[in-house]
């Protein structure tokens, strides 16, 4: 257990629909990161929360957003869904405050969205 | 340009056997992290071993070791003594910026399947 939480773990949902995806971090990490793993795209970086702030963006959709709340979990929102959309959606966090030699980043079980 | 290849999609090693599963990886960054995380069918990512681009030995962690060859851009997984629990994804992915402080984004490959049979 690496004490990332995800909710839920399974989602089936409509195309066009909106769904939420939430993350609780290990305790005490302030840096959230959400991936999406897909068939086509592999695992690809959406976007990092540190301490509420966002840190960095990748291949994250328009129709994608992501906040990080003041008690440090996150969510992630998907809009008007497309089939493509279908994947298994990771959050990780990491400490990432002060020096460190590195900040390994601990993955929650995922989310494993099916748009039909 | 793909930052990680892993140019094995399947591997089969036999039980009790040792096996070594490839990476290679491109950046212009001189501070990296190495890192190589194991998908199990269930799903969820699991953390194995890290090497940071100053480490001078070779990362170890029990049965699994990182063969860091800098020179060649390689950051090969070897796993001894495999086991069945062993069969699974593995994925190798590097984290490009500072060395120090806030953690920033991975980038991975495209993973190995591993299957250890008996």
């Known amino acids: 257990d690496s004490g990332v939480t995800q909710t839920p773990k399974h989602l089936i949902t409509a195309t066009g629909q909106r769904v939420t995806l939430r993350c609780s971090p290990r305790?005490?990490?302030?840096?959230v990161y959400w991936y999406q793993q897909s068939l086509d795209q592999g695992l690809q970086f959406l976007i990092q929360y540190y301490n509420g702030e966002e840190r960095a963006k990748g291949n994250i959709l328009e129709r994608f957003s992501a906040q990080q709340f003041p008690d440090l979990h996150s969510e992630l929102n998907l809009s008007s869904l497309e089939l493509g959309d279908s994947a298994l959606y990771f959050c990780a966090s990491s400490a990432g405050t002060g020096e460190s030699s590195y900040n390994e980043q601990f993955f929650g079980p995922g989310t494993r969205l099916t748009v039909l | 340009a793909q930052k990680i290849t892993q140019t094995q999609p399947g591997m089969f090693v036999q039980e009790k056997e040792a096996v070594t599963l490839d990476c290679t990886y491109d950046t212009s960054d001189p501070s990296y992290g190495l890192f190589w995380y194991k998908q199990p069918s269930s799903g969820e990512m699991i953390f194995l071993i890290y090497?940071?681009?100053?480490?001078?030995q070779n990362a170890t962690e029990g049965r699994y070791s990182l063969n860091f060859q800098k020179a060649r851009k390689s950051a090969n997984l070897v796993i001894s003594a495999s086991q069945l629990g062993d069969s699974a994804m593995y994925f190798c992915?590097?984290?490009?910026?500072?060395?120090?402080?806030?953690?920033?984004?991975?980038?991975f490959g495209t993973g190995t399947r591993l299957q250890v049979t008996l």
């Open positions: 992915a590097m984290r490009e910026g500072s060395y120090t402080g806030t953690a920033s984004k991975l980038t």
């Open positions: 090497q940071g681009s100053y480490d001078q």
């Open positions: 305790s005490g990490d302030l840096s």
